[in-house]
């Protein structure tokens, strides 16, 4: 299985889920005016990601970090010579963290990596299905990916928060004012501010939605199965007198 194609004919996050459906492991190639990045999938999970620029190994994701400095460096240098360890472990070793503080650290990077990769609309990308990961994505891979449908979420949270993570063009609707999503969740809001500061009307909605009047938690507002018509209530009857026959049986 391999695809090939442009991100404006595929975004990424249709190609995550073309490969966390198929469950496939292989290597993701992407190239755009940003940047060029690639995603590693083991089964069909995330289990490493790169993009240009951003640290390749232990030893430089420890020093962006501020985990370790110039010097830590040079210590874990001689350290590795003198006791036969790579940079990467003798920089492990100089930073004192725990296994655990690592293994985050790794599942940000890959995270960060991934999610600005989707901020690329327009470039070129490649899949080609393999089993064994280039040894240049070992250095900082995950030993439990993670998951396609997780990632393209919080891309999606992020986007719409305006967070920099995604550095893509804003869309036609965000340009014109928002989508009617947006305009719905700013009803709701709206509508629980007043219940809060204890108004019994509602705010009126935005040109395209329906009007939130008419509920049964909105004193003054005929409800709409009544609206149009007074409503009709059961008329109570009178007590039986005490020794009356009760109502006779249908036959």
């Not at 985050?104 to 490649?126: D, I, K, N, P, Y």
């Not at 992020?158 to 999503?181: H, I, K, N, V, W």
Request: glycine share 12%; aromatic share 4%; charged share 25%.
């Amino acid at each position: 299985m391999s695809l090939v194609g442009s991100l404006e004919d595929l975004a990424l996050g249709d190609i995550l889920q073309i490969v966390s459906l198929s469950r496939k492991s292989g290597l993701l190639l992407l190239r755009s005016e940003a940047g060029d990045g690639r995603i590693f999938f083991r089964d069909g999970t995330v289990q490493a990601a790169y993009v240009k620029g951003l640290p390749e190994n232990m030893q430089e994701l420890l020093f962006a970090g501020g985990f370790v400095d110039a010097a830590s460096l040079q210590a874990a240098q001689e350290l590795s010579r003198s006791e036969g360890k790579t940079p990467e472990q003798a920089a492990v070793q100089c930073s004192g963290l725990s296994e655990e503080r690592l293994t985050a650290l790794c599942r940000e990077h890959v995270e960060r990596c991934v999610l600005g990769m989707f901020g690329w609309q327009v470039g070129e990308f490649s899949f080609e299905v393999c089993d064994r990961m280039p040894e240049r994505d070992q250095r900082l891979a995950l030993a439990v990916g993670l998951n396609p449908q997780y990632l393209t979420m919080e891309a999606t949270r992020l986007r719409d928060e305006g967070a920099g993570d995604l550095d893509g063009p804003p869309t036609e609707e965000a340009a014109a004012g928002g989508s009617p999503e947006d305009a719905a969740h700013e009803v709701l809001a709206r509508a629980a501010a007043a219940r809060a500061s204890g108004e019994q009307d509602l705010p009126a909605s935005p040109a395209g939605l329906p009007s939130p009047r008419g509920s049964p938690g909105n004193p003054g507002h005929p409800a709409p199965w009544t609206r149009g018509r007074p409503p009709r209530w059961p008329t109570p009857r009178a007590p039986r007198p005490p020794g009356s026959p009760g109502p006779r049986p249908r036959p």
